[in-house]
């Protein structure tokens, strides 16, 4: 099976004044074409950071980048800025964190969704408005003409993460970054969203990397699964596979610490012993 994504001995530190911040170490991952991958660990261990770093997105004097990253055929470690932005949106996406932060709140929503088919994809105004309106249609957001006038403080969570997602897939990205998608959001709503986006990656043919920290997530909507620890894999494996023989400790630890339907009230809840190395 082919590589869509190749990482390779990826290591990102951050100079802080404490000194060097490790935040990744040696990832090695492969994100196979058409697949959806998994990857779990708790906050800190180096998803975002990951993903982003993946994407070219992290910048700055600061930031010390090591390894390869290929895309599509690209090698993206020896490409400009400015090529690797060419990349975004019909390449690669990414799902941010929080929409309402992520979303301009001085924007009205179509504003916002039209703005990447005009640049990626050339679209007049008028021909970007109409097929923002079908974006929204497709991650199912009633009555689309009106929330393209809406800001986002108008509109609730779940249809916030709805329009994040409509914006991920203006341009049919070939990889789409789902950055804890469902953070935030009540059971029934998660359960929505997860559901959008396995119909949307069968769709329009996308692999995607959902990043969260919950094993339950990936259990019913990935085909592999990496959990990473203190910003190395340390397990990766086909999701069955995984579920079915947990080689890390640590695996076990995250799975154990879901709060289950028939914990007996009054006693603790399953905790994940230990403390995380300190990365610097």
Do not use: W
Not at 202 to 215: A, G, N, W, Y
């Amino acid at each position: 099976m082919s590589s869509l994504l190749s990482i390779k001995q990826m290591s990102i530190n951050f100079d802080t004044p404490r000194g060097s911040l490790e935040a990744v170490r040696g990832v090695d991952i492969e994100i196979p074409a058409g697949m959806s991958v998994g990857v779990v660990g708790e906050s800190g261990s180096g998803k975002t950071v990951m993903c982003r770093a993946a994407m070219g997105l992290l910048q700055g004097s600061n930031v010390k980048r090591s390894g390869t990253v290929v895309f599509d055929g690209h090698e993206l470690t020896s490409m400009t800025k400015e090529q690797v932005r060419d990349l975004f949106g019909s390449g690669m996406a990414m799902i941010f964190q929080d929409p309402m932060t992520a979303l301009n709140p001085v924007r009205r929503i179509g504003s916002q969704l039209s703005e990447g088919l005009r640049v990626r994809l050339g679209m007049s105004k008028a021909d970007a408005l109409a097929r923002s309106k079908e974006l929204l249609e497709l991650v199912r957001i009633p009555n689309a003409a009106a929330v393209l006038k809406s800001f986002p403080y108008q509109l609730s969570g779940g249809m916030r993460q709805r329009v994040m997602i409509a914006i991920a897939i203006a341009c049919n990205p070939k990889l789409l970054f789902a950055d804890e998608p469902t953070t935030a959001l009540d059971v029934t709503v998660q359960a929505q969203i997860l559901q959008l986006l396995r119909e949307l990656r069968e769709d329009l043919k996308m692999s995607m990397v959902l990043v969260t920290h919950d094993l339950g997530v990936v259990a019913g909507n990935t085909d592999y699964v990496a959990v990473m620890y203190a910003g190395e894999v340390v397990e990766y494996a086909p999701t069955t596979k995984l579920f079915a023989d947990m080689r890390m400790p640590y695996t076990e630890a995250l799975l154990e610490s879901i709060p289950k339907i028939d914990h007996k009230s009054g006693t603790r809840l399953s905790m994940i012993a230990g403390r995380l190395p300190d990365p610097t």
